[in-house]
């Protein structure tokens, strides 16, 4: 097992990180993620991993990533929600991990959704 | 499915939405190359008659929709290798499910990234339930549990970016001495 007294050293390093979060609340991301059957049969575990990645890679702090349910969309998953602080939510579909770091860079990063990836891209294909 | 790992992904739902405090899963490969999985859960449980449908890919609990595929699914690649799937429950004291993979058959999933898989579902519900993994083969064995690694991180999120990695490297080390042999 990776030792634990590594685990120690991430937990001081997020708690700094954690301090300045707690100070700008009404600024966080949220990335939500289908998880349903049929969001996992379609690749949502890869998808979620990639975000993880991402996000820790460019520490980010103020980007929360959760899982939801089946929204009855099935044929387009995976699926991605993300809502940035303020703003109106934007639904990725047919996510892969390829396109997560555009999605973290050109979206979460800077404010501009990738419209060629979102459900009215795909709806008006 | 493309992996047993994903279907796993899969039900432990069925047991964070029965409210459970513990999930305990558990992986035992025999010397004959059946391969166990079970998930048991202390959540809500379920009456003998919703056991006796839970089966059908048309019984749910959810409201929104009227099919639930989680366990059919499961059903049909253990079956279609040779297994089967058990379901045990009790309301008000849990489920245990168990499906068995003979994987030496053609028709065997493989095991797939099951660290990928347990580091996803405790970043789902980092709060609770614990979860705890078991895995066992000739090979060997190993344990892990969110109540072990818990008074570590002094209230830091299990869903954190960074331990969210730690514990999938810890238990991808882990795993692949004892289950490697079928994860591909």
């Not at chain 1, 954690?18 to 939500?32: A, F, G, M, P, S």
């Not at chain 2, 029965?18 to 959540?43: C, P, R, T, W, Y």
Request: hydrophobic letters at 40%; aromatic letters at 4%; one cysteine or more.
């Amino acid at each position: 097992m990776k030792s634990l007294a590594e685990l120690e050293a991430i937990r001081k390093a997020t708690l700094s990180r954690i301090n300045v979060r707690t100070d700008e609340k009404t600024d966080t991301t949220r990335v939500v993620i289908g998880m349903a059957t049929c969001g996992i049969a379609a690749g949502a575990r890869p998808v979620m991993l990639s975000f993880m990645d991402e996000i820790q890679k460019r520490q980010l702090a103020h980007v929360s990533v959760s899982q939801t349910g089946c929204v009855g969309m099935c044929r387009l998953e995976p699926m991605v929600d993300v809502i940035l602080p303020g703003k109106e939510k934007v639904t990725y579909v047919h996510v892969k991990p390829e396109m997560v770091p555009r999605i973290v860079a050109e979206h979460i990063v800077n404010g501009r959704p990738v419209e060629e990836y979102t459900i009215g891209a795909a709806e008006n294909a | 499915m493309k992996e047993i790992a994903l279907h796993l992904l899969d039900i432990v739902q069925n047991s964070v939405k029965a409210g459970a405090n513990h999930v305990d899963i558990d992986f035992e490969l025999d010397a004959d190359g059946v391969l166990a999985m079970s998930v048991k859960d202390d959540g809500c449980g379920m009456s003998p008659e919703f056991v006796a449908r839970v089966r059908s890919p048309f019984v749910t609990t959810r409201t929104t929709r009227k099919v639930g595929l989680g366990i059919p699914l499961l059903m049909q690649n253990a079956v279609q290798s040779g297994g089967k799937v058990d379901i045990e429950s009790e309301e008000g004291k849990g489920t245990t499910i168990t499906a068995t993979f003979h994987t030496a058959s053609i028709d065997c999933l493989p095991l797939g990234d099951l660290a990928s898989t347990v580091a996803t579902i405790i970043m789902g519900s980092p709060d609770r339930p614990e979860f705890s993994l078991h895995c066992a083969s000739p090979a060997g064995d190993m344990r892990f549990s969110t109540e072990e690694i818990r008074p570590v991180l002094e209230g830091v999120s299990l869903a954190e970016p960074d331990v969210v990695q730690w514990i999938q490297q810890s238990l991808q080390e882990e795993i692949e001495p004892i289950l490697g042999g079928i994860m591909r």
